[in-house]
């Protein structure tokens, strides 16, 4: 087990009603049984928890990232107090680097918030899904009023407080990728962090290929733009394509700690059904990588890039793909033994990057490396004579079917 991230739900309730967090939390109630805020209480041990993973398994950078619900919910005093008791783990573990994240709605970020971030060197990620008409398609309040203008008021305030914009943003085809791109860069983002919506087999409700053709449209835009911000998707992609040992960060890097001390995995899979994650494990009586133990924590922690259904093992990109998220494998008749929802259109994207990639530095690519075919691709995947290959993981990945 290798995770470098603690993704902390200081928070599990939210000051809006948005329909991501439906989804996020879509067939599982169990957070309405949790405890609203973490106590503080709760800090030493959870460092505790950290030294002993660290000492068995050395990482060059943790990060500890404040979630929710709404982190921003919480007492202000809550992030200082843990980041200095935290402080303990810098002298003894002198060659890891640890960094702080929140990760907000940003609707509640004022000067005092401001203040605070400043004070311990923390850059918010603010959920920010491109335009005002495609943000408030899903992120509203209470009274189903648009989040937008609540939601820039802050991220203008940090802009000019930290110096830093760094948005997460959902993909919403409903807008065009060139005005979404325009508005992200026009508020002068510095970071986008763009990420397909937590759709299952059986929740999806995108035409085959149209996301696809939409991350190829912003794409070209980003890849053209001079002064273009960081997009972790396209950077994690292009690495791999380019072999590069730097890719980004996979999600199976990340381990959940609730308001309540139980040790999960990550929040989207929530939405394969009630209590999919809950391991009945916490940091009071359990280690963090006891978790592997139970086979969620195994598949998701160590083998979910590894153990996929024979589609994605027989594709030409998997080296590339590693089979996609998790969640977007799930389907209820069959657990995990599906290939991604997104399946065809990282076929498209992952095609795309690579030819352009060969018309941007040819001197990369030798005479026996020609150009991908998507299409083709994706014909050849959906041809496969399936009955006459084993199915290598069946077993395993449909240990995780609900019906």
Avoid at 117 to 139: C, N, Q, W
Avoid at 227 to 237: A, D, M, T, V
Avoid at 336 to 358: G, R, T, W
Wanted: proline share 4%; net charge negative; with cysteine.
């Amino acid at each position: 087990m290798h995770f470098n991230r603690l993704v902390l739900k200081v928070a599990s309730r939210c000051n809006l009603n948005c329909s991501y967090c439906f989804m996020y939390n879509l067939g599982d109630s169990s957070y309405r049984n949790q405890p609203k805020f973490m106590k503080e209480s709760m800090i030493p041990t959870i460092i505790e928890r950290v030294s002993n993973y660290l000492q068995e398994y050395p990482q060059e950078v943790f990060t500890f990232t404040f979630h929710g619900g709404e982190p921003l919910l919480i007492d202000k005093s809550f992030f200082g107090k843990f980041i200095t008791q935290a402080e303990i783990l810098k002298t003894q573990f002198p060659d890891t680097t640890f960094e702080y994240n929140v990760q907000t709605n940003g609707v509640l970020i004022d000067n005092a918030w401001a203040e605070v971030l400043r004070e311990h060197k923390i850059f918010p990620g603010v959920s920010l899904d491109g335009t005002k008409k495609a943000h408030d398609m899903y992120r509203v309040d209470h009274k189903e009023n648009g989040s937008y203008d609540d939601v820039m008021k802050g991220l203008k305030l940090l802009k000019k407080q930290l110096g830093f914009v760094s948005v997460i943003s959902v993909m919403n085809i409903d807008e065009t990728a060139a005005i979404t791109y325009k508005h992200l860069t026009d508020i002068s983002s510095d970071y986008v962090n763009f990420l397909l919506p937590d759709y299952t087999h059986d929740s999806f409700p995108y035409e085959p290929k149209a996301m696809g053709k939409w991350l190829i449209e912003l794409y070209d835009l980003w890849i053209t733009d001079p002064k273009r911000p960081i997009i972790p998707f396209f950077n994690g992609l292009t690495n791999a394509i380019l072999g590069s040992h730097k890719v980004a960060r996979h999600e199976a890097h990340a381990l959940v700690i609730e308001t309540n001390g139980d040790i999960e995995a990550i929040d989207s899979l929530k939405g394969c059904g009630e209590g999919f994650t809950k391991t009945h494990m916490n940091i009071s009586t359990n280690d963090f990588v006891e978790i592997v133990k139970l086979p969620l924590g195994k598949l998701y922690f160590e083998d979910s890039t590894e153990k996929l259904c024979t589609k994605c093992l027989e594709c030409p990109i998997m080296d590339i793909c590693k089979g996609g998220r998790l969640v977007h494998r799930h389907k209820k008749e069959n657990g995990f033994n599906n290939p991604s929802v997104y399946c065809e259109d990282m076929i498209l994207i992952i095609s795309h990057i690579q030819n352009k990639m060969m018309e941007l530095v040819p001197s990369m690519y030798d005479e026996s490396i020609s150009k991908m075919d998507a299409l083709e691709i994706i014909d050849y995947l959906n041809t496969l004579d399936m009955s006459s290959i084993e199915e290598t993981y069946k077993k395993d990945l449909e240990f995780f079917s609900v019906i």
